[in-house]
């Protein structure tokens, strides 16, 4: 079945250091990627997403790109702040092609960002 | 836009005691919800699958006679475990979704359900 794979946590880093998260997937057909971000006591919220073989996903200064080749959607920013200290999940969509799917996750990259 | 709530955000209850969430979309009809539920310091699972006006389509080892979901209407789906056990304690997060293929999903706060 499908599947998604990130990097463990807890990834610690300092305030403007680069950020990258590693994010491979298993899944039949053309899957649509995700990364979905959960700040602590908040719901998940999307943070991009990208829906075909070489597309980017940026948002709020992180960005990922559709690898279909390494099927890859690693997560990166270039100055990360502490405000970016959250849970972070990749996710997918099996590109079956037919109706609404859920979501399969990755077991979430808690980062931590210190001042 | 395209909020989503949860309605209790927390229950505690007795063992064999029935338990109903509530996750309604407050700004947009949703055709199509999802239940999820998330283990501590784990993934989010998906438990179900829930159209509105028809029966939900549940993942392969969930309990479709234990996790009742009802979507009523476009904005309303309700989870209902039934006869909980302590091993049904978790955290069950609600999505609805958006867009042609509903692949942009927006979630809920989640509910905390402990099973005493």
């Known amino acids: 079945g499908d599947s998604v794979t990130q990097m463990e946590g807890p990834v610690t880093l300092s305030e403007e250091a680069f950020l990258t998260i590693n994010c491979t997937y298993t899944?039949?057909?053309?899957?649509?990627l995700f990364w979905y971000v959960q700040y602590p006591g908040e719901g998940l919220q999307l943070l991009l997403k990208?829906?075909?073989?070489?597309d980017k996903g940026s948002n709020k200064g992180f960005e990922a790109t559709y690898r279909k080749e390494t099927t890859s959607f690693h997560l990166e920013k270039g100055s990360v702040q502490v405000s970016d200290s959250a849970v972070y999940f990749c996710?997918?969509?099996?590109?079956?092609?037919?109706?609404?799917?859920?979501?399969?996750f990755g077991k979430g990259t808690h980062l931590i960002i210190q001042p | 836009g395209a909020v989503v709530s949860q309605h209790p955000s927390w229950v505690i209850c007795k063992s064999g005691t029935s338990v109903k969430i509530e996750c309604r979309s407050l700004?947009?009809?949703?055709?199509?919800m999802f239940w999820y539920r998330q283990f501590p310091k784990q993934s989010l699972m998906l438990m179900a699958t829930?159209?509105?006006?028809?029966?939900?389509?549940?993942e392969q080892g969930v309990e479709k006679d234990k996790f009742l979901i009802n979507h009523a209407s476009l904005t309303l789906s309700t989870l209902t475990v039934t006869s909980a056990h302590p091993e049904d304690s978790s955290f069950y997060i609600c999505?609805?979704?958006?867009?042609?293929?509903?692949?942009?999903?927006?979630f809920g706060p989640g509910t905390r359900l402990t099973v005493l």
């Open positions: 829930s159209n509105e006006g028809s029966k939900a389509t549940y």
């Open positions: 999505s609805a979704g958006r867009g042609r293929r509903q692949d942009t999903q927006y």
């Open positions: 899944a039949t057909g053309y899957p649509s």
């Open positions: 990208a829906t075909k073989a070489d």
């Open positions: 996710a997918l969509i099996a590109g079956s092609g037919g109706g609404a799917d859920g979501l399969t």
């Open positions: 700004d947009f009809q949703a055709t199509t």
